[in-house]
């Protein structure tokens, strides 16, 4: 075969991964015939992706891949876009969705083959067609042997190479922004390969970073706890964690599929930061938020406290955004960081319930594919909210009525500060958080 028609091979082989992939997305968005999709389910799988991959595709990238933009040449996206599709539809990257997708079509024309095999004559001759069933039946068992050692030495954990070295952050706490300095120590002074390890930083950007030198720098721009994992060709094999503080309550914005900045809002000097600030659309605008696009506010209190995280208690009168520009389902997010986990818990109106969600430490339950109307009320007018937790038993209580129950098992160690995020602006009042017996 010509180095051309190679290349022309593996072009189609291209296109027709990416086509399979296309498939599964639209199995898994609910409507599979994506050629009579409109403008709206564009939209709402962009925002899918958004919220379970953690990477942005506009609307327009993805009519570009299902071909509802027609362009001069055939569309094929970059490799970001393409892991993010398949870890959509269950994959870990790209790279495994296709070796998958190959290796059922190595199999498949194999197995047809064989079904071809004539049947046994009466003499003892062996026919030719028998003969060459035989040879085929040889090369199915090599070609699967070969498949199960390759599989086995690609993903067979090894021990030492898991041991051999581990992740270490060089000034793990700090204010926002913060660069943090990320070492990797080799243990008993092994030599090792910078190119295997790779880091995902947990702040919402879904690309890791590899190492090209011992030392790796990420900028972390929102307060918090984060941890970060380090991956060992593909393997998890360590963690860190960043604690990011606060003077008291802080206040930043973000707008809508824009991850390359964050908006800090500037706090008069002369208020009391122990009390949650009541900010204006001005106060928005001055901080250069573009308020006619959907935007998001972040309140946050990071402070080291001693309070457990599985046995206290969170209330608050929360008052969620009016609808407007960016704004229906008047959303509330409420996030409590822990010192090796954290809770998550969002509110929003019961029209949009399918993006409601929680993370109760290793417990993670989504609207998309939960029932989980419990979490839907508006609270644009106002409400009261209590968050209790008790023997990591999770009750939640709106307005004095008991409305959702779960529990988990992974304690989260004890409370390292809370984050309020609201669709808009929105408001709380007389917040308090405080251990239980």
């Not at 402070?303 to 008047?330: H, W, Y």
Request: hydrophobic letters at 35%; one cysteine or more.
């Amino acid at each position: 075969m010509s180095k051309n028609n190679f290349g022309q091979d593996k072009i189609g082989n291209d296109f027709r991964l990416l086509e399979l992939c296309c498939q599964e997305v639209a199995s898994k968005f609910g409507k599979t015939k994506s050629e009579l999709w409109k403008n709206s389910d564009y939209v709402q799988l962009s925002a899918q992706l958004r919220r379970e991959t953690k990477v942005v595709i506009s609307e327009n990238t993805l009519k570009r891949i299902f071909g509802k933009l027609k362009t001069t040449e055939r569309y094929y996206p970059q490799k970001a876009t393409r892991d993010a599709l398949a870890v959509f539809v269950g994959f870990r990257d790209w790279q495994e969705f296709e070796k998958v997708q190959n290796a059922k079509e190595t199999f498949e024309p194999l197995e047809v083959a064989d079904n071809r095999i004539a049947p046994e004559t009466k003499t003892n001759e062996i026919s030719p067609s028998k003969k060459t069933g035989v040879n085929r039946f040889f090369i199915f068992a090599c070609l699967i042997a070969l498949v199960l050692l390759t599989a086995v030495w690609t993903w067979w954990p090894r021990s030492e190479k898991k041991t051999a070295v581990y992740l270490k952050c060089l000034n793990p706490e700090g204010h926002t922004p913060h660069s943090a300095i990320f070492k990797l120590i080799p243990k008993d002074d092994e030599h090792i390969r910078l190119s295997d390890y790779e880091i995902e930083f947990k702040d919402g950007k879904r690309d890791r970073s590899r190492f090209s030198d011992s030392t790796l720098t990420h900028y972390y721009e929102l307060p918090g706890v984060y941890f970060p994992i380090l991956y060992y060709k593909n393997r998890i094999i360590d963690t860190a964690r960043v604690f990011l503080a606060t003077d008291g309550w802080e206040a930043t914005a973000q707008i809508q599929y824009d991850t390359t900045r964050v908006y800090p809002i500037l706090l008069p000097k002369s208020i009391n930061r122990q009390i949650p600030p009541n900010l204006s659309i001005h106060q928005i605008l001055t901080a250069g938020v573009d308020t006619v696009r959907t935007f998001f506010t972040h309140y946050a209190n990071m402070q080291p406290t001693a309070i457990s995280g599985d046995n206290m208690m969170l209330e608050a009168f929360i008052t969620t955004s009016k609808e407007r520009p960016g704004v229906r389902c008047s959303q509330v997010d409420i996030t409590i960081y822990g010192e090796k986990d954290r809770h998550e818990l969002s509110l929003m109106k019961p029209e949009c319930t399918a993006w409601s969600s929680y993370k109760f430490s290793e417990k993670y339950k989504s609207g998309k594919s939960e029932d989980l109307r419990a979490l839907g009320h508006n609270l644009s007018n106002g409400g009261h909210i209590k968050l209790t937790i008790i023997n990591k038993v999770v009750t939640l209580y709106i307005e004095g009525q008991k409305v959702f129950q779960t529990h988990y098992e992974n304690s989260i160690g004890n409370i390292l500060g809370a984050n309020l995020m609201f669709s808009g602006i929105g408001k709380f009042s007389n917040f308090k958080m405080e251990s239980l017996p």
